[in-house]
């Protein structure tokens, strides 16, 4: 079955560094987008970053830019997330999305994992 499993979250220090993963099953990974968002306690599910299904476009959201970095290995099946020079507001539940627009639309979420930028 599917499954998107996130690692790599915790609790850090601002101006720390995370990186997370999260590593892909039971669909064809290579043949998606990936994304991650992440949901601040009493906030909406926001878009931080994607990446097109070879790889070679990116998107970030404004707030991001610069800090996070997102890329994917289609070999392990697996994309990442690299966060820098993090900020108390990056406090969130991060998730992993798999989405593909074909002539069938397919769209996964995994579990999420917690990040805490704190002192």
């Known amino acids: 079955q599917v499954q998107l499993v996130e690692s790599g979250g915790g609790l850090v220090q601002p101006g720390g560094s995370l990186r997370l993963s999260c590593a892909a099953s039971?669909?064809?990974?290579?043949?998606?987008?990936m994304s991650w968002y992440r949901q601040a306690p009493g906030k909406e599910r926001e878009l931080v970053a994607v990446?097109?299904?070879?790889?070679?476009?990116?998107n970030y959201a404004d707030s991001v830019k610069g800090r996070f970095t997102i890329s994917r290995d289609n070999a392990k099946n697996t994309v990442y997330l690299e966060m820098n020079s993090l900020k108390p507001e990056d406090t969130a539940v991060y998730y992993c999305?798999?989405?593909?627009?074909?002539?069938?639309?397919?769209?996964?979420w995994g579990q999420g994992t917690q990040v805490t930028v704190s002192s």
């Open positions: 999305n798999a989405d593909f627009k074909g002539f069938f639309h397919f769209n996964y």
């Open positions: 039971g669909f064809t990974f290579s043949s998606f987008a």
């Open positions: 990446i097109a299904s070879a790889g070679g476009s990116t």
